[in-house]
């Protein structure tokens, strides 16, 4: 104990030592080239342990900002400073192609199983950040436990002690949510067309973001739903004031979006829009289905509150799952429907009866034991590793004209292009290279965004990854010099 005790205080304080030298390249305080320290006079200035003073360093390190040269010592290597610019406030492209977008989805994803390629355009956890092992623990403990060995089926509101683990989560982001508030579902997109069933017919009008994962219209598409796109600001998220605008004219019937790290923006809403949208819905009753997938990949100290935080009438329908935080094949999601239950309910009785007894309970076992907070630690800290990993390389090696989005969680970068270049065209380019990546076409409903393009950076950073980014700057330049 008293050991575990000493190495949480000395991760903390290489923690805090690496987080203050990063601030000072960020502030230029330090610049590219500058020396540091050595390891021996930041032990004795800091009052802290040799060990500890390397560990501050190889952690900027692997994030790419110092690098260690040979009987030199450390340098500082990249400062955000050196980052292209931001995408504009709001992400609308006047031009719209007829383009069928679903045979472009199609076609991006048909590719994916093809060996050697390398996916940029997938927004999941890759195998090496899942901890197989542990969930195959889990599973067989699941199995053991349970006196029909999870043969039966759950109950139709789903494994109880599954619910009760997810209640406890909801803590983080100030929920204060029952078990018997929770039903469970196979996956998130399983949840939002339960809660959009429970609260439309065919024929109404929802509102979403724009660009959003496509998904989610298609989704819409099916269920005879009609869309109204709401622009959604690169950092603070769906444009509320056009929203508000929108809804004195168009009869929205429920609203569904994506707060925390939006796909494919990766915005954030800040915590008083959260709470100003909540509350514009509820003056006029309408819901407000929040997708909340990936509120716990957050980059920060604490995670981000929820719309469903601010939700002082049942309103908000908060749905996610763990597939991009822990295991994507498991399927295990959930909704916290509010005044909605009994539809909710409702429409998972006619439509599955009940999600898998083994993965809900394997899961259940996986948060009880601690380990999925002790596995979400690591996964945020090399996440946020690999988004700065992968921001300096497509710094380096892009054209110089792009523009790209700083996400504070998540897994996904969006790009924007020179105005010339169709990014679908980029997309067949670099597929025939073994590179695949998500055209900005794909992300609404008409095929707009032509000029923009979807990076995931969920798979460590390496030589493949390096090199891979490097052929498709290539790429793009030679798109650009041929317009």
């Not at 789903?158 to 803590?171: C, D, H, M, P, V």
């Not at 994962?213 to 603070?236: A, M, S, T």
């Not at 994507?328 to 916290?336: A, E, F, K, N, T």
């Not at 989005?405 to 292009?417: A, F, K, S």
Request: with cysteine.
């Amino acid at each position: 104990m008293i050991k575990e005790t000493m190495l949480a205080e000395e991760d903390f304080l290489y923690s805090r030592i690496a987080e203050r030298l990063e601030l000072q390249i960020e502030n230029k305080t330090l610049k590219a080239g500058d020396k540091l320290m050595s390891l021996r006079a930041l032990s004795k200035e800091q009052g802290i342990s040799l060990s500890t003073a390397y560990k501050a360093y190889v952690e900027l390190e692997n994030k790419g900002i110092v690098e260690a040269r040979p009987k030199s010592g450390y340098f500082v290597r990249f400062s955000k400073a050196q980052y292209p610019k931001r995408p504009e406030a709001l992400m609308t492209v006047p031009v719209i192609q007829k383009t069928n977008v679903d045979d472009m989805i199609r076609t991006v994803y048909k590719t994916l199983t093809k060996e050697g390629m390398i996916r940029f355009s997938v927004s999941a956890p890759s195998v090496e950040l899942i901890p197989e092992a542990k969930l195959n623990k889990a599973m067989m403990e699941a199995l053991r436990k349970s006196p029909s060995s999870c043969t039966q089926y759950e109950e139709i509101q789903g494994n109880s002690e599954l619910r009760k683990q997810i209640a406890r989560q909801t803590f983080n982001w100030n929920g204060n949510i029952t078990e018997d508030q929770i039903v469970t579902t196979q996956g998130c997109m399983e949840a939002l067309v339960f809660c959009l069933k429970a609260v439309t017919e065919p024929g109404d009008t929802v509102a979403i973001e724009s660009p959003v994962y496509f998904g989610i219209f298609n989704v819409l598409k099916i269920l005879g739903l009609k869309v109204l796109e709401v622009p959604c600001h690169p950092e603070d998220g769906a444009d509320l004031e056009y929203l508000e605008n929108a809804l004195q004219t168009v009869p929205v019937k429920a609203c569904l979006f994506v707060p925390n790290f939006s796909n494919p923006v990766g915005s954030l809403m800040p915590e008083q829009r959260k709470k100003q949208l909540v509350e514009m819905l509820a003056a006029r009753e309408i819901p407000l289905i929040e997708d909340d997938i990936y509120g716990e990949m957050y980059f920060g100290k604490t995670r981000p509150k929820t719309c469903k935080s601010f939700d002082k009438n049942g309103l908000v329908m908060l749905c996610s799952s763990v597939s991009k935080t822990l295991a994507p094949g498991y399927r295990v999601g959930w909704c916290i429907p509010g005044r909605f239950m009994d539809k909710v309910l409702s429409n998972k009785l006619t439509q599955t009866v009940s999600a898998a007894t083994p993965t809900q309970a394997a899961i259940a076992l996986f948060f009880e034991t601690g380990r999925y907070d002790l596995h979400m630690r690591k996964l945020r800290k090399a996440l946020h590793t690999q988004c700065l990993r992968y921001m300096q390389a497509i710094s380096e090696y892009f054209p110089a004209d792009i523009k790209v989005t700083r996400p504070q969680g998540g897994y996904v970068l969006w790009i924007e292009l020179n105005a010339g270049i169709n990014a679908f065209d980029v997309f067949e380019s670099a597929i025939k290279e073994d590179i695949s990546i998500a055209p900005g076409q794909i992300f609404s409903t008409d095929a707009r965004f032509t000029n923009y393009i979807r990076i995931s950076f969920g798979k460590p950073f390496d030589g493949v990854i390096d090199a891979g980014l490097k052929r498709l700057g290539e790429l793009i330049s030679l798109q650009q010099h041929c317009k």
